[in-house]
């Protein structure tokens, strides 16, 4: 036996031996009566179990060792299935104390606070055995539920953090509860696809965009960019004669646009597109954060002909302001690109009865991105993807699994793991689906309507305050703004952290035409009037507080 043979040897033996140890003290919390009862194992083995817990290694046959840890296994799952025998048996419980829970919490979660302060979390460890769901429960409630902050409540207005309407709840359990992996829409494994074809529809008409385009839904705006973009490049490729999905990339892609959200430069990224390539277009004249159009169309004059993929923005999270898509559309005629849309929360503009112009033309462009978990108010992670289906070929070569004969072929069988980028998926359009069914054009009209007089009344206040002023005119449903005296800058972050210390309100910072400002998003169904006063308050208390 050489050297190293037996080196390897020893190694396996000693982790054998601490297989066995590991596996025994298993057993030590099992009761006797099971252990003799429900196994055939014998005294010799259990004997010579004793000897490896008691001396640390286990000297006998290696067949004992064999039989030792199947009948040790089986012990196991036998526990296991204990917990999964005992769930099982009181779903029904389990859903009602978790049901009253979400209830209470939903029912409370006006007065619950928006932001943590402070905490400490104990870790806990994988259990051996499982302590079952409603031990677990406490658990969650003992240790995690304190934490949760009221992200869907009336005063988060951070980010842009939208709530979760009672119907898209219900459909969110539902999705977990039926459980599918929405795939297909005929065949015999899962026609769930039929139901987010119908989700799609709804959102469709609901923001008045033509049938034109092939949708589907995605974990949020970052996933709907990518995928947009993804299928833009291979139409790009295509421009150039080449297969990108099959090849590669061999050259640079000119990518334009003037203030892509950070998602799409990440996109750029992770296509190797590379974030650094995007070319700069400036900004329109005046406090804005639209694309000039002018110096769009010098730049794409410099291209002589090449084609590109132009990034607008239907609504920035600074400003919320949008670039001229009618003007965008008149450059289409004129030259080749591909447009995209990231109309994440601002697409829903076009429920408003007073603001629905700003995405006028918008169903001229290539591919749109929309956010569910956002402006519809439909729980995370929800966001839809909209590309023409003319280019379906291009977006079936970028997502097809092409060596996986069981899938069939794509342009037969639809099947959304061949025009997305993941392959199992839960059934995310049902939340959707249930919000827009329940609550209809109506509803969501006012929903967007409300949110956008409300930043109007906050953006007044604010406007006509002596501690305060607007960074940005309020376009939508965002305001950004800062304390009003530019020698107080360095206070902002204080001023802020002050407000959000409260647990009343969570708002988020921002930096925009060289200030240090403060952005506060509406898009929660919650949200009403007396809300903006009572933040309004609480800001005023907060900066006398600070003189
Ligand atoms: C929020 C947002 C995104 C990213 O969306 P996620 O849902 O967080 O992935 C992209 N674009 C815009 C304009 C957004 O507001």
């Known amino acids: 036996m050489t050297f190293g043979a037996s080196v390897v040897q020893e190694n396996k033996k000693q982790k054998r031996d601490r297989n066995i140890k590991f596996l025994i003290t298993g057993v030590v919390f099992l009761n006797d009566d099971c252990i003799i009862k429900d196994t055939k194992i014998s005294k010799r083995a259990l004997w010579d179990a004793n000897c490896v817990l008691e001396r640390g290694f286990y000297t006998g046959s290696l067949s004992f060792y064999g039989s030792l840890l199947i009948f040790l296994n089986n012990i196991c799952h036998k526990i296991m299935n204990e917990q999964l025998k005992n769930d099982s048996a009181n779903v029904r419980h389990l859903l009602d104390i978790v049901k009253e829970q979400g209830i209470e919490y939903l029912n409370s979660i006006e007065e619950r606070s928006t932001s943590v302060v402070n905490h400490t979390l104990e870790k806990h460890t994988l259990p051996d055995s499982g302590y079952g769901t409603e031990e677990t429960l406490r658990i969650f409630n003992q240790k995690f539920e304190p934490v949760m902050v009221a992200s869907s409540g009336p005063r988060y207005w951070g980010f842009v953090t939208g709530g979760a309407t009672p119907a898209s709840v219900a459909g969110d359990w539902l999705t977990t509860i039926y459980d599918q992996n929405t795939q297909t829409m005929k065949g015999q494994g899962d026609i769930s696809g039929v139901i987010e074809v119908e989700a799609i529809r709804l959102l469709q008409e609901l923001l008045q965009l033509p049938e034109s385009f092939l949708g589907g839904f995605v974990t949020g705006a970052t996933m709907s960019n990518f995928t947009c973009l993804a299928v833009a490049r291979q139409w790009l490729g295509k421009a150039l004669g080449k297969d990108i999905a099959r090849e590669g990339i061999s050259e640079k892609i000119k990518v334009l646009g003037a203030t892509p959200h950070s998602s799409s430069i990440k996109s750029l990224s992770l296509l190797g597109l590379g ?173 967007v309507d409300d949110n956008i007089s409300w930043a109007e009344k906050f953006g007044d206040l604010i406007e006509n305050s002596n501690d305060f002023k607007l960074l940005a005119p309020v376009r939508l449903n965002t305001v950004c703004f800062t304390l009003k005296d530019d020698t107080r800058q360095n206070e902002v972050d204080l001023f802020l952290e002050k407000v959000n210390d409260t647990g009343k309100v969570f708002m988020t910072p921002t930096f925009y035409n060289n200030h240090k400002g403060i952005r506060a998003a509406f898009v929660n169904w919650m949200t009403g009037e007396k809300d903006v006063h009572t933040v309004f308050e609480i800001m005023n208390e907060v900066f006398t507080s600070l003189k």
Not at 402 to 424: C, I, K, Q, T
């Open 275 to 447: 974030s650094n390539n995007i070319i700069q277009i400036k900004i329109q004249e005046g406090n804005s954060e639209a694309i000039c159009i002018e110096d769009l169309e010098e730049n794409i004059l410099k291209l002589n002909g090449a084609p590109f993929i132009l990034i607008s923005s239907g609504g920035t999270v600074n400003t919320v302001d949008f670039d001229d898509f009618k003007a965008i559309s008149r450059l289409k005629e004129k030259y080749n690109f591909w447009w995209h849309i990231d109309a994440a929360f601002g697409g829903f503009a076009a429920c408003s009865t007073t603001h629905r112009h700003l995405v006028e033309n918008w169903e001229l462009a290539d591919s749109i991105t929309v956010d569910c978990h956002k402006w519809m108010n439909v729980p995370y992670e929800s966001a839809v993807f909209l590309i023409k289906e003319q280019y379906k070929i291009l977006q079936i070569e970028t997502f097809q699994n092409s060596n996986a004969p069981y899938l069939g072929d794509p342009l037969d069988n639809f099947n959304y793991l061949n025009f997305l980028p993941e392959n199992s998926r839960r059934l995310k359009a049902l939340p959707a689906w249930f919000s827009l069914m329940a609550y209809g054009k109506k509803g969501y009209q006012e929903i």
